[in-house]
């Protein structure tokens, strides 16, 4: 994840573009609509969006033209939705472009899909899959926010396959052989995520009023 400037080609980054345009412009109306609606949660959503911003910026090398990190959007998905952190991880990714030198502006696109949208809502509709089966708000939230991690990485495996095909054997083999090496740091750090993502629900859980209300916010999901 995190792609970096210029890695794309032109046609790659664009395309990533396009598809991740109207996930952000629907996460923002619903985060507009939030904040209208529930002022108080101003304060939790920053907190949701400096929780990714941090976990996301501790970065180690990995496959050329990228790295593996924490993402910390599957505990935002959990909390406010996957609508909600298209936006707020769009913002984490611009300022760390920025600021950081960490990813590109060419290639936001790319990695906003992988980070910020693929991610969070499959721990979204894995949590939600957790809620309804009855299991426990421990393993759901590490069951979501885990394999969440584990996605945007596979995701990011893909684009780096879509845009460098094997030039023998096409884009499969070139999945596989970015995603194997990916696997290599970024299983344990999916591990060290979710296991995070459960304390800092707990410590949530122990404010039942905002627990509660942030499970209302993640089952309105009109992103």
Known sequence: MHIMEGYLPVKDAA????ISTPFVIGGALRLKR???EQPQAKMMLAAAGAFSFVLSALKMPSVTGSCSHPTGTGLGAVMFGPGIMAVLGTIV??????LLAHGGLTT???NVFAMAIAGPWVAWGLWRLGHKMGL???VSVFMATALGDLVTYCVTALQLALAYPDPLSGVWP???KFASIFAITQIPLAVAEGLL???AMNVLSSR???LNQFQHLSVETRS
């Open 197 to 199: 993502s459960v304390a």
């Open 15 to 18: 395309v990533w573009f396009a």
């Open 108 to 110: 936001l696109g790319a």
């Open 174 to 176: 070139s999945f596989l």
């Open 93 to 98: 990714l611009l300022f760390q472009a920025l």
């Open 136 to 138: 426990s708000l421990a």
């Open 208 to 210: 039942g009023d905002i």
């Open 34 to 36: 939030i904040v209208a």
